[in-house]
């Protein structure tokens, strides 16, 4: 599922639709913009959320918890629809479960692996029944500390499920970019060198994520929305299919661009060796059997004779043939 030297890419629609109708229009223009999976989010009113719970970000503004949440909950037949239609269209499909009961019934439609959410990355109960599943688990990390971190690893490593990825998060509707600090991520790696780091981003715009992919993560989770205009808290910090279609292209050139780590020359770059560097010539006609001194010889353009490192070594040595000026010299011209 993950590849390594291929970022995985995650379009995120949870939040983003309550109708068939709409999961489609938005799995369908995912998949044109190709992304690796579509991803939902799995939660009823009543588990996730008390009476006393409030929101109070710039994406909904001071609001109960519960009525949102109840506004946006799809049921399983829904998710069986919706599931059904994004593994037709090519692409891996999964969620986020909020509670065990939603974890027991994406375990009945066949998920093949979970997320799970900022808000449970504490949820030490929650993230062991998860572990149980043993399936590959992505947990974002937003509002955590370090320590935080270590015990939600030990929490699920220790319930026997190694099949983990690290997602850097920051929980704040949307993003804005001081607050983003990347930099966590890789202290993260540098924490947990054996688990793989991602991102799950909740800023405006791409930037973000193409600098997450540059920094080194395997992962990268963006809310997709088809209209960033649309009635719901999560489109306005969505990309809209331009934004995605251009963070796949961006982070698949990357890829490309990214190379080896080995110091080398390009494939492209085997004839402008010869073409571009530089040799050793001659500034004036000379006859065989003369000697050379260093007003006799220059450097210039193109790299196919003696390279410019062995100048002063050519002062004093005698041609064996006659050459005209600017002639290229060659170690078989020299004795």
């Not at 692409?91 to 066949?110: K, N, R």
């Not at 279609?245 to 020359?265: C, H, N, S, T, W």
Request: with cysteine.
């Amino acid at each position: 599922m993950f590849l390594k030297d291929r970022v995985y890419i995650i379009a995120e629609i949870g939040g983003n639709f309550t109708t068939f109708d709409e999961a489609k229009k938005l799995i369908d223009t995912a998949r044109d913009c190709g992304v690796d999976a579509v991803k939902l989010q799995t939660y009823r009113a009543d588990t996730i959320a008390s009476r006393e719970a409030m929101f109070d970000m710039e994406n909904t503004g001071i609001c109960s918890q519960k009525e949102l949440f109840r506004k946006y909950e799809i049921g399983k037949e829904l998710h069986k629809e919706v599931f059904s239609y994004i593994e037709a269209q090519g692409l891996d499909w999964f969620s986020t479960p909020s509670h065990e009961s939603d974890v027991d019934m994406l375990e009945e439609l066949g998920v093949k692996m979970h997320k799970i959410g900022s808000d449970d990355a504490t949820n030490l109960p929650f993230l062991r029944y998860v572990a149980r599943t043993r399936k590959p688990i992505l947990l974002s990390t937003g509002m955590c500390t370090m320590s935080e971190v270590r015990e939600a690893v030990d929490a699920i490593v220790g319930e026997g499920n190694p099949d983990l990825v690290l997602l850097h998060a920051v929980t704040s509707y949307p993003t804005h970019p001081e607050d983003v600090n990347l930099a966590a991520m890789q202290a993260m790696k540098r924490e947990f060198p054996e688990i793989s780091i991602g991102y799950s981003d909740h800023t405006i715009g791409t930037t973000a994520c193409l600098c997450a992919a540059v920094m080194g993560a395997r992962v990268i989770e963006k809310h997709f929305t088809y209209d960033k205009q649309a009635e719901g808290p999560d489109h306005m910090l969505s990309a809209d299919p331009k934004e995605m279609r251009f963070l796949v292209q961006g982070i698949r050139e990357f890829e490309q661009m990214r190379g080896a780590g080995i110091k080398m020359p390009a494939k492209g770059e085997r004839t402008t060796r010869l073409n571009n560097r530089k040799s050793v010539v001659l500034t004036a006609d000379k006859k065989a059997g003369a000697r050379l001194s260093a007003d006799d010889l220059a450097v210039k353009r193109p790299g196919t004779g003696i390279a410019p490192k062995f100048l002063e070594q050519l002062v004093g040595r005698r041609l064996v043939r006659d050459l005209e000026a600017d002639a290229v010299l060659r170690w078989e011209d020299l004795q």
